[in-house]
């Protein structure tokens, strides 16, 4: 077989590989990510007479449809990643909304703005803040497998919360 025809068959074969990849990747990203996002988990208010141990203000609000989509790198500092998806129409404003970890860490949001479908990054380690990409600033890891991250609006009012995996 001339060197020519090889070549061009090799190259034919990467692009189709290529591709066909690439469209895998896109359907899985597309399907799976759909249908295994965690359940936002809404907080039953105590009955009538019954302490409630939890923080002020605690009952979930679900008229904003903002959720903690994931947290990527749990006890990792430089990979830890949570990251906040607002679903609605409009716009909303994370201004002094705060983020908290099951032993009292708080991540408090700057201005910002989200956008339909829109979502904003916060990492854990220290860095430079842009519009997708937030920084903690924490010296160590704040997630931990199996605790909760709950997302608080600027009055207090739990908004969401998500199981860290």
Request: aromatic content about 10%; proline content about 4%; overall charge negative.
């Amino acid at each position: 077989m001339d060197r020519r025809k090889l070549i061009q068959y090799l190259l034919l074969n990467v692009f189709v590989s290529a591709s066909v990849t690439g469209g895998i990747l896109f359907w899985y990203d597309r399907n799976y990510r759909a249908v295994s996002q965690p359940v936002v988990i809404q907080q039953v208010a105590p009955a009538a007479g019954s302490e409630s141990v939890s923080e002020p203000a605690a009952d979930m609000q679900t008229d904003i449809p903002v959720k903690i989509s994931s947290v990527i790198g749990a006890g990792t500092l430089s990979s830890e990643i949570a990251i906040i998806k607002f679903e609605g129409e409009g716009q909303l404003d994370l201004t002094s909304w705060q983020l908290k970890d099951e032993n009292g860490n708080t991540f408090t949001f700057p201005s910002v703005t989200l956008f339909p479908n829109g979502a904003v990054q916060v990492h854990t380690i220290a860095g430079a803040d842009n519009v997708i990409d937030l920084y903690w600033g924490t010296g160590e890891a704040v997630w931990n497998s199996g605790e909760e991250a709950r997302l608080f609006d600027s009055q207090g009012n739990l908004r969401a919360v998500y199981k860290v995996p």
